[in-house]
């Protein structure tokens, strides 16, 4: 029985006519659709899908967050994925543009957070220059989400108290990375898009000093039906990369500790058959 009994605050009211944004014609909504799960979209975000008119998604957005669209809703896909065919940067742009400037209600959604590694200012800027009206709605980013759904806390006060999130689209020739200040102890290190230069990543860190052996994981698909997670330690991440499909985030730091510990998300096995009969 507890010693002290905690005062409840009285709930306040209610009030069901606060209005909800609107999305004016001739405008742009950047939308972020969140990791993947449907149910991690905010509020604001599906009530931005349902009023568009014309939705500019990219390829991590789910068939489930599109199906949220009013049914009327022209889908564009302007996807961009490594060794397949691509829409041009400069296409998207034109794109948001043109549905714009006819009078369409436009939605730009894109996984994740548009500010967070999605090219959402790139974008933004060329609507400004264009005298086009917008406005941003955030999402649950990947780092936040997915380590969530694996049980991994980002921090943590005896393991982590940082987090760095960095894109894995790495170049030897044009890398300026400060590896020392990634390669810190008791920091978590996220990696976006790092499957493909997992080996690189790996050196790099043990030459600027960080344990070999500190755990880390490989969150595939994350907060999704299709969700594996592979754990191992920082020798091990070229190996780990190779068994992991894209969308794919790589956890580097003590907190990995936590994820066995911490599990609690289990895919539903019929979902993921289910999903796996619509692709």
């Known amino acids: 029985m507890l010693d002290t009994i905690i005062p409840f605050t009285p709930r306040p009211a209610y009030d ?3 209005p909800f944004s609107t999305l004016d014609k001739g405008t742009v909504a950047l939308v972020g659709a969140g990791p993947g799960d449907p149910e991690l979209l905010t509020i604001k975000a599906l009530n931005m899908l349902r009023q568009a008119e014309v939705i500019l998604y990219d390829y991590l957005v789910s068939p489930e967050i599109l199906a949220l669209a009013g049914s ?3 889908l564009v896909c302007v996807g961009k994925r490594a060794g397949s065919h691509s829409v041009p940067q400069q296409k998207t742009n034109q794109l948001l543009v043109d549905f714009a400037m006819q009078g369409y209600k436009v939605v730009r959604l894109k ?3 548009p500010f967070i590694f999605g090219r959402g ?8 220059d264009a005298g086009i009206n917008f406005q941003v709605v955030p999402g649950i980013t990947a780092a936040a989400g997915a380590t969530a759904y694996a049980g991994i ?3 943590h006060r005896d393991f982590a108290q940082s987090a760095m999130f960095v894109t894995g ?3 030897a020739e044009s890398d300026s990375f ?3 200040t990634l390669a810190r102890a008791n920091q978590t290190l996220v990696v976006y898009m790092g499957l493909m230069r997992a080996e690189y990543i790996q050196n790099k860190l043990i030459e600027s000093g960080r344990d070999k052996q500190i755990p880390i994981a490989v969150v595939e698909k ?4 299709s969700q594996k997670v592979f754990f191992g330690t920082l020798s091990e991440l070229s190996v780990l990369a190779k068994q992991a499909e894209a969308p794919a985030l790589v956890v580097i730091g003590e907190v990995v500790e936590l994820g066995e510990k911490l599990q609690w998300f289990k895919p539903n096995k019929e979902a993921l058959a289910e999903a796996s009969a619509y692709v």
């Open 16 to 18: 069901s006519k606060l």
């Open 72 to 74: 009327d809703a022209i």
């Open 153 to 155: 806390p980002l921090t």
């Open 121 to 128: 200012a790139e974008e933004l800027e060329v609507l400004v």
């Open 178 to 180: 400060d590896w020392s």
């Open 111 to 113: 996984g994740g957070d």
């Open 222 to 225: 994350g907060t999704t039906v």
């Open 169 to 171: 689209h790495l170049k």
